[in-house]
Structures are given as structure tokens and as C-alpha cells.
T-cell receptor, first 111, second 118 residues
Framework: QKEVEQDPGPLSVPEGAIVSLNCTYSNSAFQYFMWYRQYSRKGPELLMYTYSSGNKEDGRFTAQVDKSSKYISLFIRDSQPSDSATYLCAPKRGRDDKIIFGKGTRLHILP | GAVVSQHPSWVICKSGTSVKIECRSLDFQATTMFWYRQFPKQSLMLMATSNEGSKATYEQGVEKDKFLINHASLTLSTLTVTSAHPEDSSFYIC??????????????FGPGTRLTVL
């Protein structure tokens, strides 16, 4: 079983819709959970960062972590065409540990 | 804040030559820098971790004599691909973890360098 699993997509939704991106992981030692956005041929950009279980909101983005089920979600409200990108789920165990990246989910927001 | 630059953004070279890629943290000091490789439609794969002033730690399966990493200062790390071959063609991305101040628990990524070996 891979440490981090994401549906690669592509996921296509109309502009304005709520987007739900999900990720599962197998290592119960993960404590830090990040979501990165990566545009084509660009480096990843940190979107959200949470520690342990719970929710975190930042503007149109909400990250949820459920450690009991090893399930991570990213919600995007009022989606925009500029949100079209690949979203990478990226957990890690401790501050000094390496990030384990999922393969990413490609998202297309249709105007 | 938290800007990381890479140079060059893309490079084409002949098989057998060496290529150097620079990674700089522009507005913060980074105790640790990371080098990743990403193939099309694949995730980022960590190649090595470098700490300023010490030898890099390479991931299993990464040839340290082929991918030379030098972390010369708290704002600069370089990756040299020696005797490059077509299979080394990839997207190379660096990241830097802040020394202090802004969120120390995350990494900030550069824009990547696309290497094509003919």
C-alpha cells in the first residue's frame, strides 16, 4: 500500500461549484498535513498547512484532517478558472522529516 | 515573503556534459534545502536533503556521485548533474525550510528547472 493515495483525476467542475479533493494515507505517524497547488511546469505552492486532526479555513479553502480514518480533504468554495491546477496532498511525520507527496489530483474549473 | 528562486529555469545539454542548477532563498535563511525530481504526471520524488555546511543525505537509489549537491550558505544550494544522459531529463525542483521566523514547519518551493539531455 502506498503511503499517500490520491485520485489523479482529472476532475472537471463548473465555475462557482464547491470542489472536494481527497487523500488517504497509511502511516499513522503523520502529524503535519499540507496541501500544495502546482500549475503546469511550475513549482508547488503551499496552500494550507494543518497539524494533527481538525479543520482549518483560509479564504475559499478549507482543509480537514481525520486521523482516525487517515483521511485528508481540501474544499474549495466558489471555484474559479484560476484554481485549475494539480493539488498535491503532502503529509509528514515530524518537523524535520521529509514530506511524502501524493501523485496529485488534476482539477479543471470550467468557465 | 518566502520566495525561492532557481536558475536556470530550463536547460538543454548534450549527453555526457554536466549541468549546474542553483537554488536560492531570497528573503529568508534556510537551514535545510531539498532537491526533488518530477517526471510528467508523476509526484515529486525527493532526491536529497542538504544542510548548510555539511554533506547532503541522498535517498535510496539516488547516485550521489552523479547528482552532486553543495549547500554553500544559508541561502544557496546547487545541484550538479554530472555526465548527464537522456534518462536524466526531468523537472528538478528545490525547496527550502526556513531557519526561524516564518512558519518553520513547512518548505517553500522554487519554480523548477526543466532539464533536457539530448
Amino acid at each position: 500500500q502506498k503511503e499517500v493515495e490520491q485520485d489523479p483525476g482529472p476532475l472537471s467542475v463548473p465555475e462557482g461549484a464547491i470542489v472536494s479533493l481527497n487523500c488517504t494515507y497509511s502511516n499513522s505517524a503523520f502529524q503535519y498535513f499540507m496541501w500544495y497547488r502546482q500549475y503546469s511546469r511550475k513549482g508547488p505552492e503551499l496552500l494550507m498547512y494543518t497539524y494533527s486532526s481538525g479543520n482549518k479555513e483560509d479564504g475559499r479553502f478549507t482543509a480537514q484532517v481525520d486521523k482516525s480514518s487517515k483521511y485528508i480533504s481540501l474544499f474549495i468554495r466558489d471555484s474559479q478558472p484560476s484554481d485549475s491546477a494539480t493539488y498535491l496532498c503532502a503529509p509528514k511525520r515530524g518537523r524535520d522529516d521529509k514530506i511524502i507527496f501524493g501523485k496529485g489530483t488534476r482539477l479543471h474549473i470550467l468557465p | 515573503g518566502a520566495v525561492v528562486s532557481q536558475h536556470p529555469s530550463w536547460v538543454i545539454c548534450k549527453s555526457g556534459t554536466s549541468v549546474k542548477i542553483e537554488c536560492r532563498s531570497l528573503d529568508f535563511q534556510a537551514t535545510t534545502m531539498f532537491w526533488y525530481r518530477q517526471f510528467p504526471k508523476q509526484s515529486l520524488m525527493l532526491m536529497a536533503t542538504s544542510n548548510e555546511g555539511s554533506k547532503a543525505t541522498y535517498e535510496q537509489g539516488v547516485e550521489k556521485d552523479k547528482f552532486l549537491i553543495n549547500h554553500a550558505s544559508l541561502t544557496l544550494s546547487t545541484l550538479t548533474v554530472t555526465s548527464a544522459h537522456p534518462e536524466d531529463s526531468s523537472f528538478y525542483i528545490c525547496s527550502a525550510r526556513p531557519f526561524s521566523g516564518i512558519s518553520p514547519d513547512t518548505q517553500y518551493f522554487g519554480p523548477g528547472t526543466r532539464l533536457t539531455v539530448l
